[in-house]
């Protein structure tokens, strides 16, 4: 697993699993570009799409993924040295209370939105986005895509305490120890 810097001041990463030729944000931005994947998506969980967003048309659902795709990428595009990304990035629990060691968050580019983005906070406005996903459902647990997501959440928290990386400072020296 590496880390790949989106942002150039190193506000925003995102996670290069093993084996992978694209890291978690690039991947799920071309899933949600794709109008063949978008449709398989879509008419696979057609019921929830039906059910909890009231969209009967896979066309209408598609074309409503790409727009908030365009919005999310433009977010990320035009994050600036003074954006405060803890605007962004909200903590994955909704009853969150407190700070949360490597808290896992998700990010989304407007309310009414149905995808997500995952990450680790790293310290107060910076960020490890781990994957995303289309989310249908009130909860992650409701289904396997969304699950696999918090399941990865889990594996880049994990992989980073093993790893001695608790905040900023201790993700730093680990950037410098591998890049030795």
């Known amino acids: 697993m590496t880390f790949d810097k989106v942002i150039e001041d ?12 694209d890291n978690a944000l690039r991947r ?6 794709d109008a063949g994947w978008l449709a398989d ?15 009967t048309n896979i066309e209408d659902a ?10 999310l990428a433009c977010i990320i595009m035009d994050i600036s040295p003074d954006a405060d990304l803890d ?32 990450a680790i906070k790293l310290k107060a406005g910076i960020y490890i986005i781990t994957g995303g996903a289309i ?8 289904r396997q895509h969304t699950l696999q997501e918090l399941e990865k959440m889990e594996k880049v ?10 905040d900023e400072d201790s993700f730093q020296d680990y950037q410098k120890e591998i890049e030795l």
């Open 10 to 21: 190193g506000r925003l990463w995102a996670v290069r699993y093993d084996n992978d030729s």
């Open 28 to 33: 799920v931005m071309l899933q949600w570009s």
């Open 41 to 55: 998506f879509f008419t696979q969980n057609f019921d929830d799409l039906l059910s909890y967003f009231r969209i």
């Open 62 to 71: 598609i074309y409503q993924t790409m727009e908030d795709r365009d919005d």
């Open 87 to 118: 605007q962004f990035f909200r903590p994955l629990d909704n009853n969150s209370a407190g700070e949360i060691l490597l808290e896992k968050d998700k990010g989304r580019p407007h309310r009414r939105s149905w995808l997500r983005l995952y």
């Open 135 to 142: 989310k249908l459902t009130r909860t992650m647990q409701e």
């Open 157 to 166: 928290r994990n992989f980073l305490l093993n790893e001695g990386v608790f």
